[in-house]
């Protein structure tokens, strides 16, 4: 089956500028997370949708948002964006939002989002 | 808040050998900590959940124990081959439970020579 889909691979913006990402999961799965991944930081979590609502968020200003649709695709959307939102974003889906608990999460490719 | 080390950014061994990798972490225990492969440019890969009563979990030449006294995990890989040479991410959940939100170390880079 089709794994997680990430689009655009490469995103390159100035600052003050939005983006918007999109992530499509896997077939089935109802839970998509978003991750933001830097060098200095690692992998941190931004928010996880589970059925189009947000069921829990990291520690990221509100120029960070998301959402979800009823095929479960989500999209996350960076408002006036720095240069320090530079960063690789991965999306996530488990089937029913407990990956951590019975396996692992399915990540994408990520996409990679330069702030110049 | 809870944190998670993993104590060597780069680890280099020789084909053959057994790479150990180690994530320590701190506050309350978690129900169950997982272990990711990542390579460049790419989302990291499942590869492996142990849970916290369970000391130790097998996977082909994987073995990964988990000492919830010592607040500890360690992940091996036996017989290693230059194809494993990549970044090991562990984590663990500080969802409490259902959200099963994930929080990583930042890695361990492996580096296997021929």
């Known amino acids: 089956k089709a794994g997680v889909t990430q689009t655009p691979r490469y995103l390159i913006k100035t600052r003050g500028q939005q983006v918007t990402l999109s992530c499509s999961p896997i077939?089935?799965?109802?839970?998509v997370s978003w991750y933001q991944q830097t060098p200095g930081q690692g992998l941190q979590f931004l928010f996880e949708?589970?059925?189009?609502?947000?069921?829990n968020k990291g520690n990221f200003p509100g120029r960070f948002s998301g959402r979800q649709f009823s095929n479960s695709r989500s999209e996350m959307n960076v408002s006036t964006l720095e240069l320090g939102d530079s960063a690789l974003y991965l999306c996530?889906?488990?089937?029913?939002?407990?990956?951590?608990?019975?396996?692992?999460?399915?990540f994408g490719s990520g996409t990679r989002l330069t702030v110049v | 808040s809870q944190k998670i080390e993993q104590n060597s950014e780069a680890l280099n061994i020789q084909e053959g050998k057994t790479a150990t990798l180690t994530c320590n972490y701190t506050?309350?225990?978690?129900?169950?900590l997982q272990w990711y492969r990542q390579d460049p440019g790419r989302g990291p890969v499942f590869l492996l959940l142990?849970?916290?009563?369970?000391k130790e979990k097998r996977k082909e030449r994987l073995k990964v124990t988990f000492d919830t006294t010592l607040k500890q995990s360690l992940f091996h890989i036996t017989a290693s081959q230059p194809a494993d040479s990549a970044t090991y991410l562990c984590?663990?959940?500080?969802?409490?439970?259902?959200?099963?939100?994930?929080?990583f170390g930042k890695g361990t880079k492996l580096s296997v020579k021929p």
């Open positions: 949708y589970f059925s189009e609502t947000q069921r």
């Open positions: 077939s089935g799965h109802r839970s």
């Open positions: 984590a663990l959940d500080i969802g409490g439970g259902s959200q099963g939100n994930l929080i």
């Open positions: 142990i849970r916290e009563n369970e």
């Open positions: 996530a889906s488990s089937p029913l939002g407990q990956g951590a608990r019975f396996g692992g999460y399915t």
């Open positions: 506050n309350y225990s978690p129900a169950y």
